[in-house]
T-cell receptor
Framework: AQTVTQSQPEMSVQEAETVTLSCTYDTSESDYYLFWYKQPPSRQMILVIRQEAYKQQNATENRFSVNFQKAAKSFSLKISDSQLGDAAMYFCAYRSAGTSGSRLTFGEGTQLTVNP | DGGITQSPKYLFRKEGQNVTLSCEQNLNHDAMYWYRQDPGQGLRLIYY???????QKGDIAEGYSVSREKKESFPLTVTSAQKNPTAFYLC???????????????FGDGTRLSIL
């Protein structure tokens, strides 16, 4: 079974600065997808960014980028120019690319605080 | 606008009572999922369904039941056998990978269940 680990329960960053959230995972599969979801106080789950394991290029979405290290099974999220609206719980998630279903396995989350 | 609707937003259960959480989607997604979120923890999969009239247990299915009579609907019943039902419940949906294209899961706004 796959597992996802987020070793930082809490992180903080000053507004306009950069922060990196860590995620590691364990799998025996070679083809899979990785995601970062954001959950603000409203509890809504919002997709931030996703990465296909077969792509070597790191995904980027505006101020959000990932550092995907497949051999190390590491998938960190970098938030540049942090804004107050980035404050939220961030979850790393894994999904198999097999046909057994599209279920997600989540890490325990990192609570990000943005200080003005 | 397409999306996922969960109701009610808040629900209270008495001892020995079964309660049902509603999840409806108009995204024409084949797959639907139920997750449970406890404070300070990530999401854990309860049940999922890839097709009408079929569903599979997730990691914590005991004390829960589901049905999938229509593509749009995937209600979750929290039975009296679930001794610790207090949690935040999230419903999600997605396309199936083998039907073409990788699409992330879309989430509803959640239902908070508490014991009276």
């Amino acid at each position: 079974a796959q597992t996802v680990t987020q070793s930082q329960p809490e992180m903080s960053v000053q507004e306009a600065e950069t922060v990196t959230l860590s995620c590691t995972y364990d799998t025996s599969e070679s083809d899979y997808y990785l995601f970062w979801y954001k959950q603000p106080p409203s509890r809504q789950m919002i997709l931030v960014i996703r990465q296909e394991a077969y792509k070597q290029q790191n995904a980027t979405e505006n101020r959000f980028s990932v550092n995907f290290q497949k051999a190390a099974k590491s998938f960190s999220l970098k938030i540049s120019d942090s804004q107050l609206g980035d404050a939220a719980m961030y979850f790393c998630a894994y999904r198999s690319a097999g046909t057994s279903g599209s279920r997600l396995t989540f890490g325990e989350g990192t609570q990000l605080t943005v200080n003005p | 606008d397409g999306g996922i609707t969960q109701s009610p937003k808040y629900l209270f259960r008495k001892e020995g009572q079964n309660v049902t959480l509603s999840c409806e989607q108009n995204l024409n997604h084949d797959a639907m999922y139920w997750y449970r979120q406890d404070p300070g923890q990530g999401l854990r999969l309860i049940y999922y369904s890839q097709i009408v009239n079929d569903f599979q247990k997730g990691d914590i299915a005991e004390g829960y039941s589901v049905s999938r009579e229509k593509k749009e609907s995937f209600p979750l019943t929290v039975t009296s056998a679930q001794k610790n039902p207090t949690a935040f419940y999230l419903c999600a949906s997605s396309t199936l990978r083998h039907l073409g294209g990788e699409q992330p899961q879309h989430f509803g706004d959640g239902t908070r269940l508490s014991i009276l």
